[in-house]
Structures are given as C-alpha cells and as structure tokens.
C-alpha cells in the first residue's frame, strides 16, 4: 500500500504558511519545506521565512539547514525531503510538503530519476565561461538550438540549470526535457493529496507588493549586506533568489532602492503568475480558491481534511 502524503502548495504570498500550520496541527503532520531559499541560515527576511513562534510546535524540515555560502538544488531537495518524509513516517505522522517551487514537489511525488550525468568539469568550466564573456542570453540560445522545450522552461537568468541542461544533452545526446516529461508520467509514489491554494489575481499582486513593502521595513537591505560581508557572492546560488539580486545591484551601486523594489515586486508577480501555469499543467490538483470559501480559514481546512479523510483514514 502506498503512503499518504499531503502537498499544500500555491503561488507566492497566497497564504499558504498560516494554513499549513492548521492542516499540520489537525491530521497529526510535520511540514517539509518546498523552498529553494529557505534552506539557506541567515536569509529569513527575503524568504519570507516561517518563525519560530509561528510554527506553534510543528516540526519544519528543510529550514535552516545550510549555509548561504554553500548550493542546493533540486536533486539535493529530493534527497533530503525522501529522508524527511520517512523520518515523519517513522513517528507514525503525516507529512505535509509545503511551498511553492512545483519542480521540487514533483521530484518527490513522482520520485523523479534526474540521472544525474558524469560531471564533466572541463565542460562545466568552459559553459560558465562563456556565459561570462557572452553573457547569460548566450548561453541560452545554446540550449534553444539544443533543446527548444528545455530553453522555454528555463529562465535565461537561472544560468545552472541552462548548463545543466546543456550538459545533459552533450552527455547522453537525449533532451534533458524529454526526460523529464518522461518521467512526469509517472503515477504518485504516494497515496497523494495535491492541493493548490490561490486567490484572485488583482488580490495575489496586492499581497505581494504589501509583502515586499513589509520586506523592506523589517531591514532586507541590511540582511542582504550582512550575507555580503559573510562572503556570499553575486552568482551564488543563495543570492539568486527573488529580492537578494536585485538588492545586491542596488548595494553595487546600478540602480537606486525604489528602482529594485519596483523590479522585485514587478518580478514576484511574474513569478506567481509561472506558478499558477505550472500547477495548472499538474495532474490530480485540488484547487482551493479562498474567494469561493469566503476567506474562511476554517472553511478551507474541513475542506482539505474531507478531501484528505480516505488517505488519512479519518472518520
């Protein structure tokens, strides 16, 4: 028998963190974080990072857990989240995915084979040379020529996963994006409940520029300057995330604050919107749309728990 497994998941500043401590709390679940920054120590602002005393006593994974100087990716993700899940089982609760990075949710819930290739650091170094001397764009293009599917998924700025992709077509000589829809076919390794929270776009955009309004306020330039002076630099992977690149130009002087907060808020939005795409492309989803529940927290959480009551054998 497959094991149950509950994702709450949805675009940026949907609500999804308030309501995941509720469905945590009421089915007897542990959160594991579905989050490419806060992972990452010391990065608690521009990551909109859970507190302590927001966690009521619900265990978090997958928060805190590394260095802002070190990487992640999505294959770490997988095998830290599977050590988590069956860490959870072992204490006879649920575990409940939570956050917004779809990717990551589907390496789990699909136990996704990434195959990970050879590493070729001779190739690495020359790819991110050039993506050096010529620029992001340019590499890019080298991937759309290789793999037109792969270049439409990957922003050009995401410049590892653009060489990660090229790597794996120069090493197997299949696209990394048929290998992935590949293995998105594949059916739930999990007795799965995959809910996406979201709400009217006109009020997703207001929450996220009250959200980085409030990100300002609570001192993100000085934790961005903090993570500076502790080494971290421009292209590493905790700095790319939304709000710390744009802040990091602003310390170096090429554009001014109101100029990065405009960009960050203009970007997270676009984010969101790449969000719901993706969840919408999702198979088996349930949508919660908080409009149709009123806004009614309560209303929400009985509603999953119904929909969840054959997995989690309630009552």
């Excluded at 094991?3 to 089915?27: D, H, M, N, R």
């Excluded at 409030?214 to 502790?230: N, S, T």
């Excluded at 905790?238 to 970007?267: F, N, P």
Aim: with cysteine.
């Amino acid at each position: 028998m497959k094991k149950p497994l509950i994702i709450l998941t949805g675009p940026t500043a949907a609500g999804k963190t308030k309501l995941s401590i509720e469905l945590a709390k009421s089915v007897k679940g542990e959160i594991i974080s579905a989050d490419s920054m806060q992972v990452y120590k010391h990065m608690d602002i521009g990551s909109a990072k859970i507190k302590a005393d927001e966690m009521q006593g619900i265990k978090h994974y997958l928060v805190d857990i590394l260095e802002p100087t070190q990487d992640f990716n999505i294959v770490l993700f997988q095998q830290y989240a599977k050590q988590a899940v069956s860490d959870i089982y072992e204490k006879g609760r649920i575990p409940i995915i939570v956050g917004g990075t779809g990717f990551y949710i589907q390496s789990v819930l699909y136990d996704i084979d990434f195959q990970e290739s050879e590493e070729d650091t001779a190739l690495r170094a020359e790819l991110e040379q050039l993506a050096q001397d010529r620029g992001a764009e340019h590499l890019h293009d080298i991937l759309r020529d290789c793999d037109p599917k792969a270049a439409q998924e990957i922003h050009a700025n995401n410049v590892k996963r653009v060489i990660r992709a090229i790597e794996f077509y120069r090493h197997t000589g299949r696209r990394i994006s048929d290998h992935n829809a590949a293995e998105r076919q594949k059916t739930s390794a999990y007795d799965s409940r995959y809910f996406v929270l979201t709400d009217r776009r006109e009020r997703l955009y207001e929450n996220i520029d009250r959200r980085v309004d409030m990100m300002i306020d609570e001192g993100l330039v000085d934790e961005v300057k903090h993570l500076m002076d502790m080494g971290c630099r421009r292209d590493s992977t905790a700095m790319q995330g939304l709000g710390y690149k744009e802040i990091v130009s602003y310390l170096s002087g090429e554009i001014t604050l109101d100029e990065a907060v405009y960009i960050i808020k203009r970007d997270t939005r676009h984010f969101a919107k790449r969000q719901l795409t993706w969840f919408r492309r999702e198979r088996d989803v349930i949508w919660i749309e908080k409009d149709r529940f009123a806004y009614d927290d309560e209303k929400m959480l009985n509603y999953m728990k119904k929909m969840s009551a054959d997995v989690l054998h309630l009552s």
